[in-house]
């Protein structure tokens, strides 16, 4: 096994060894490296693809079950209207219940995600598992926010009419 300073260098020392040598066969670890590390990239490109993909999904999952929620919503917006809630209350307690809602999406999927790479570490990769914390953060932000801001916008229109109107409109 041998170092040279680049490929030029390489090849030069390659042929001269073969001249001498002709039975000596020579192996260009660079070029094996290079290509498992364009293969390993291209397997990290199809992981980095479907766990996107898949929070896509998820995401599309929970934004249709806020919106189909809506007419619960809309019910206890009204009941909480006439029994003489203030607007603000009624954005707190949805804003509340979105936030927890997100919450528990989200920190379901980043333990899910995290009990999934630590087995794919341990048992298939053999490999110590170390999770960096910024992303999942950033995740559970993300999720929790988009969450709390599609509910807070669905309960918008509830908030905005009068409760007679929401009550003839819904019968």
Known sequence: ?????????????????????????????????????????????????MALFSIITGLLVLTSSVIISKYQRIQESVLLRTLGAKKKQILMIAGLEYFFLGSLASLSGIFLALLASWGLALYSFETPFVPNLYPM???????TSLTVSIGLLNSRVVVNKPPLEILRSEA
């Not at 060894?17 to 990239?41: H, Q």
């Not at 953060?137 to 999720?143: D, P």
């Open 1 to 49: 096994m041998t170092k040279v300073k680049d490929k030029a260098a390489s090849a030069m020392y390659q042929q001269a060894l073969v001249t001498n040598f002709p039975n000596v066969s020579v192996i260009d670890l660079a070029l094996i490296l290079a290509t498992i590390d364009e293969l390993l990239g291209k397997v990290s490109f199809v992981i980095q693809f």
């Open 137 to 143: 953060l950033f995740a559970y932000l993300a999720i």
